[in-house]
């Protein structure tokens, strides 16, 4: 009889995850990060990056992300391939994707991150769009 138990990898994945937030709660304290709202399965946030920050390399496996600029001009790597966002500019991250977004201007970045459960459906993707329209649009 075996002491060790099997692993749940989903289970082991969310707890990096949080791990990941935590030790980029840490490091955040320079940046503001604003809750604009959340609900079932999703949160919409406001990030204002300062010259030289950014949001470091993750990986997130049980979540996609929506980036879209609302003010300054930031540069995000998704899977190794840089692209320059613009005011108004909007970037889709597929769950797995390895991705960051660096200010290296002398303006403020200031973006909306929607975070949304990878397989969200029905209602709750519903009101995640609901809630991303009015971010973007407010």
């Known amino acids: 009889m075996s002491i060790y138990q099997p692993i749940d990898m989903d289970m082991a994945l969310q707890v990096s995850e949080l791990l990941d937030d935590a030790r980029c709660a840490s490091r955040a304290a320079a940046r503001r990060v604003e809750v604009l709202s959340q609900g079932a399965g ?77 397989g969200l459906r029905g209602r709750a993707l519903l009101a995640a769009r609901r809630s991303l329209a009015r971010g973007l649009v407010g």
């Open 42 to 118: 999703f949160v919409l946030r406001q990030i204002t990056l300062m010259t030289g920050e950014e949001l470091p390399f993750r990986r997130n496996t049980t979540m996609q992300k929506h980036w879209r600029v609302v003010s300054g001009v930031g540069h995000a790597d998704v899977d190794e391939t840089e692209i320059a966002l613009m005011p108004s500019a909007e970037l889709s991250i597929a769950p797995g994707a390895l991705h960051q977004i660096e200010n290296r201007a002398s303006d403020p970045l200031v973006l909306e991150e929607l975070r949304v459960a990878a």
